[in-house]
């Protein structure tokens, strides 16, 4: 029984990091902003971006008409931040960056529930090809309800 341990004993390490994408250990969304040491600047702009989300869809919730007016996004220059790993900027990264940045600027031109689910949308396909970890967080962040 000691091959399968040790097979285990490798792969593990390497499911975890792929898991939560230079953020391994962390156990479960955090809402504060959190920037534990050894973070690359990519993963903080991640975190920040993530909280963000949080915030202005609280926001939204708690606003007694749901307004989207006046809510901006904060966009990051996610090209320009170091990742964890180099081959986390990959051709679907370059890609997908862009669009990410369109989203955001739709969104604090014109503020609504669509576009806001569209700024998601756009952290959800990056994700797809770089970093599954943090899709089911990323899922969470849709706004289900009509609000717009
Ligand atoms: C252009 C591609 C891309 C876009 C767009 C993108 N991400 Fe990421 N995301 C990544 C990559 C790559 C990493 C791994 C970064 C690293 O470890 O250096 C990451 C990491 C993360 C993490 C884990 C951070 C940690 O703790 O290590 C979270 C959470 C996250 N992204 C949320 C989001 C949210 C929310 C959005 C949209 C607002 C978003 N991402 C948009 C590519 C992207």
């Known amino acids: ?3 399968p341990l040790n097979i285990i004993g490798a792969i593990l390490p390497i499911l975890v990091i792929l ?19 050894g ?13 963000q989300l949080v915030q202005t869809l609280d926001a939204v919730m708690t606003d007694s008409s749901h307004s989207w007016e006046g809510r901006r996004l904060m966009s ?3 090209l320009a931040l170091a990742p964890t ?4 900027i990959n051709g679907h990264f370059e890609a ?3 669009i990410y940045h369109l989203a955001i600027e739709q969104f604090n031109a014109s503020p609504s529930a669509k576009h806001y689910n569209e700024v ?9 090809g770089t970093c599954p970890g943090p899709l089911d967080r990323i899922a969470k962040r849709e706004m289900r309800e009509d609000g717009s």
């Open 120 to 128: 998601v949308a756009s952290c959800t396909q990056c994700h797809l």
């Open 76 to 78: 990051h220059d996610f």
């Open 96 to 98: 997908q960056a862009p």
């Open 39 to 51: 973070s690359s600047p990519l993963a903080s702009a991640m975190v920040a971006m993530d909280a």
């Open 1 to 3: 029984m000691r091959q």
């Open 19 to 37: 898991a939560g994408c230079g953020n391994a250990w962390s156990p479960s969304p955090t809402l504060a902003p959190n920037q534990p040491n």
């Open 85 to 88: 790993a180099a081959s986390m």
